[in-house]
């Protein structure tokens, strides 16, 4: 492992943010890491939330490698993450027995908190997929060694990471990846894999699967999501929740990189990835035991915000968060507003695709449905790739010829939320209908689809393309 000492500038940093890392050096040699808690976590009063975070960085990799701004981007999380309540632990440079020790004592940790606590994971760092597996680079490790080598020393975001962690139905486990390199070379095999989120998770990547993202060359600037994503958490309004954040942050790199003044940025404008399974509203200031209550918004305002949050369909939703954001655009409630806004348009934009039969009826909500299939059919108005593809799988078994429900709309119905999920670019459905229209006969279609998923950046696990074909 490339070990090296960094300067730390905390000159204009918080002082509560002015805390150790856990050094490779330190942990190689056998020392014990403890995680580091805030004053501000020390102080925490009883009964009110609790939220843990663990950050973990590599910028020393073999040359050209090495990824320079990476000790900022923990810095600087790390500091925003502290205003927001998180008790952090951040790690710096790790091996991959060090890192494994610390991730061990973290979800341990994560395990003994209450039902209700924030789990948010950070890794910034080179990141691969290898036989659709996404890993996440130690410090040291060579990225263009050869597939097995990097499967053997690397962490697996899923297996080793977020299916560890404890499920968390009344809180929320939140998984960021920022893997990024400071140059492509022609021919690269690059970006991750895309991924379902287990309930109570919200998962996001610096950019779209199978897609690069790059890093500036200089330790003085972060890397554009990790940047947005400081910027960002340290300016929404408090009641912005935690996957509005990440939707604000999605818009704000791409717009940062569609308009910088070097071209071979502009080329590569990253579009970050955002896979939602999350179950409770949880917005990014946290609760706090005694405080006093937000004064109450007018009537109307808080009258449009709950005719907002009971619609499903598309144009229903674009329809009431313009009239929202045009009467109270300075609401405290404007950027969620905001985003439910921008994913109508783009769910309207799908349904609106002569590849997608899907039609209004489907975004019926009835008072006897559960409620995790009415929050899938609101977030799919807003336009939630995932959501919709969790919206086919209830018709699934109907479709093959299962109990299911539906009657004999079941199987177009399956296919229809499938091509919508689609057409907000969620792969792993695009590899679900290839292989719903092979075995219903379509080779046509299949071929479209599995090609589609590709495109999407989705690369199928080796067992389920060998028994594909």
Request: net charge positive; charged share 25%; hydrophobic share 45%.
């Amino acid at each position: 492992m490339n070990q090296r000492s960094e300067s730390r500038d905390t000159q204009g940093l918080p002082q509560l943010a002015r805390r150790r890392f856990l050094w490779g050096s330190l942990l190689g040699a056998g020392l014990a890491a403890r995680p580091a808690r805030s004053a501000a976590a020390q102080a925490r009063p009883a009964g009110v939330e609790v939220r843990l975070a663990l950050l973990l960085g590599n910028r020393s990799y073999p040359q050209p490698f090495d990824l320079p701004p990476i000790p900022k981007n923990l810095r600087d999380l790390e500091a925003v993450l502290v205003r927001r309540g998180f008790a952090v632990t951040s790690a710096l440079d790790l091996d991959l027995p060090a890192a494994r020790r610390v991730l061990d004592q973290f979800i341990t940790q994560a395990a003994a908190s209450p039902p209700d606590a924030t789990v948010f994971f950070y890794f910034s760092g080179h990141g691969v997929q290898v036989d659709a597996a996404n890993l996440l680079l130690p410090a040291g490790l060579n990225p263009s060694a050869r597939g097995e080598q990097l499967q053997n020393s690397s962490m697996q975001l899923l297996a080793d990471v977020v299916r560890r962690l404890p499920p968390r139905r009344e809180g929320m486990v939140i998984a960021v990846v920022d893997a990024c390199r400071t140059g492509l070379k022609s021919g690269e095999v690059v970006g991750l894999n895309q991924v379902e989120a287990p309930p109570g998770c919200l998962i996001t990547f610096s950019t779209a699967a199978g897609k690069p993202a790059i890093a500036p060359a200089v330790e003085t600037q972060n890397t554009f999501y990790t940047g947005s994503l400081v910027k960002l958490m340290a300016s929404v309004p408090d009641q912005t929740t935690f996957p509005e954040l990440m939707q604000l942050v999605r818009s704000d790199v791409r717009e940062t990189m569609l308009n910088h003044p070097l071209p071979a940025i502009r080329q590569l404008a990253q579009d970050p990835f955002i896979a939602d399974h999350t179950r409770v509203r949880l917005t990014v200031e946290p609760r706090r035991e005694g405080a006093a209550a937000a004064a109450p918004a007018d009537i109307d305002e808080d009258a449009e915000l709950k005719k907002l949050e009971r619609l499903a369909w598309p144009a229903e939703v674009l329809q009431v968060a313009e009239a929202f954001l045009k009467a109270r655009p300075d609401s405290a409630f404007a950027p969620g507003v905001q985003v439910a806004r921008d994913g109508a348009r783009t769910a309207m934009r799908a349904l609106q695709r002569s590849d997608v039969r899907l039609f209004k009826a489907a975004f019926a909500t009835s008072d006897d449905m559960p409620a995790d299939q009415r929050q899938d059919l609101l977030r799919c108005g807003r336009g939630d790739k995932d959501a919709a593809a969790r919206m086919a799988w209830r018709f699934r078994e109907g479709a093959r010829g299962g109990a299911g429900y539906g009657g004999s709309a079941t199987q177009s119905r399956y296919e229809g939320w499938l091509q919508f999920a689609v057409a907000l670019g969620n792969g792993i459905a695009s590899y679900e209908l290839a292989l719903h229209f092979r075995n219903t006969g379509q080779p046509l279609l299949a071929a479209q689809f599995e090609a589609r998923a590709r495109e999407l950046g989705y690369t199928p696990p080796p067992d389920l393309d060998n028994v594909r074909k």
